[in-house]
């Protein structure tokens, strides 16, 4: 492996590599613009993935890279904070200004716009978090039995305490990465030229910060208002079918280890939906999957209408009026699940979210790389 040839400076570049540099070798029909595109994606994501770890010493590099079939540090991510599930890989803490920079270099080759910067906003929403938890802390009276364990806790919260992984190698084929730390979890494969993103777990607490210097930053906002918006289209008769139950059923959300939590499908068929009904249910898909590259994201879609777009299904659970209130609602199809779910926050409110896009059929890549990958479950 050359990584000791790729400097960390080059290869951040490498998401301008010309097309005309793609090899007739990588297997694409160079008569397709769509191909070269893509061809060009996965170029930029190999060199960014071997100028990070050109940065990285001989420690650290075995400690960050193992194989793709090492199926425990594959599905080692969680939403909970990072002391109460450990991690493996390797911290941002660690890091180096340059390691940093490279880091975030492979990151914004492998997202869109939209997705790097939304998951960026979630690392950086925990130092958020630390300073919110701080001052609630603070103000516990010292005799308070929790007071001691909160501030364990609150160690966990910290835009540096992520870990980052690399599955196989760069130089090869079929490889990925994955960034983990407390509400995110990123997991991008490489499969002969074509590029998995799924599962993408996302959290926010605050959802919406209530006051102080950031008073008014909100983040996964998008994707609660374009399910309320297919909400507030449905029928009487539609919403007694998606509406499963009129309070959230925290064992189905479709965390680490759950797939029990979404064996069947439920709720409204999308066959029964008008057509604008049907236009507002891609707008939510589309906001999870438009967070992936142009070109994973268009494969992701193609499968997903392959499958056929009346198959899919909307689910509810909780209150149907209240934004604020606590609720969930799931998409589910052969190669899409989505999950959003309001949860309980310390102002004894739901300003607090979790989300997750998954792809049943090929989460980790798996179906393409013929692997199986089992994960533990978290409570």
């Known amino acids: 492996m050359k990584y000791f040839k790729i400097a960390a400076m080059v290869s951040a570049m490498a998401f301008i590599t010309p097309l005309s540099t793609i090899k007739a070798h990588d297997a694409f029909d160079h008569s397709s613009p769509e191909q070269l595109l893509n061809a060009a994606r996965v170029k930029a994501m190999q060199d ?77 929403h925990e130092d ?33 305490k992520f870990y980052v992984s690399v599955f196989g190698d760069p130089e090869t084929q079929n490889w990925g990465w994955m960034v983990t730390g407390h509400h995110y979890a990123a997991n991008f494969t490489i499969a002969d030229g074509k590029i998995a993103f799924m599962p993408l777990f996302l959290g926010a607490n605050p959802q919406t910060v209530p006051q102080g210097r950031y008073a008014g930053w909100r983040i996964l906002q998008h994707e609660a208002d374009r399910a309320l918006a297919l909400m507030k289209s ?64 268009k494969r992701q879609r193609k499968a997903i209408e392959e499958d056929g777009l009346g198959n899919l299904y909307f689910a509810w659970w909780g209150p149907t009026g209240d934004p604020a209130a606590r609720y969930m609602f799931r998409i589910h199809g052969p190669s899409i699940l989505i999950d959003y779910v309001r949860e309980s926050s310390p102002d004894g409110g739901f300003n ?11 989460d980790y890549g798996s179906q393409w790389l013929k692997l199986h990958y089992d994960e533990a479950h978290q409570d």
Do not use: C
């Open 352 to 362: 607090h979210v979790h989300s997750i896009a998954r792809d049943p059929s090929n």
């Open 48 to 124: 960014t993935a071997l100028g990070f770890l050109a940065t990285l010493t001989d420690d650290q590099r075995a400690r960050v890279m193992t194989s793709l079939e090492n199926n425990a540090a594959r599905t080692s991510w969680s939403n909970l904070p990072v002391i109460m599930a450990p991690r493996s890989g390797m911290a941002v803490t660690e890091m180096t200004s340059a390691q940093r920079s490279a880091l975030h270099a492979m990151m914004a080759a492998a997202f869109s716009s939209q997705g790097y910067l939304k998951t960026t906003t979630s690392i950086w």
């Open 128 to 160: 958020v978090l630390r300073g919110i938890s701080a001052n609630l802390i603070a103000a516990m009276p010292d005799e308070d039995p929790r007071k001691a364990r909160f501030k364990t806790i609150i160690e966990s919260y910290d835009s540096e």
């Open 234 to 297: 449905l029928g009487p008769s539609q919403l007694e079918t998606a509406v499963i139950a009129d309070a959230v059923d925290r064992t189905v959300f479709a965390g680490p280890g759950n797939r029990a939590g979404y064996a069947a499908q439920v709720g409204l068929k999308a066959s029964s939906l008008e057509p604008l009904q049907l236009r507002l249910l891609r707008d939510v898909i589309d906001e999870y999957i438009g967070n992936a590259s142009d070109e994973a994201a």
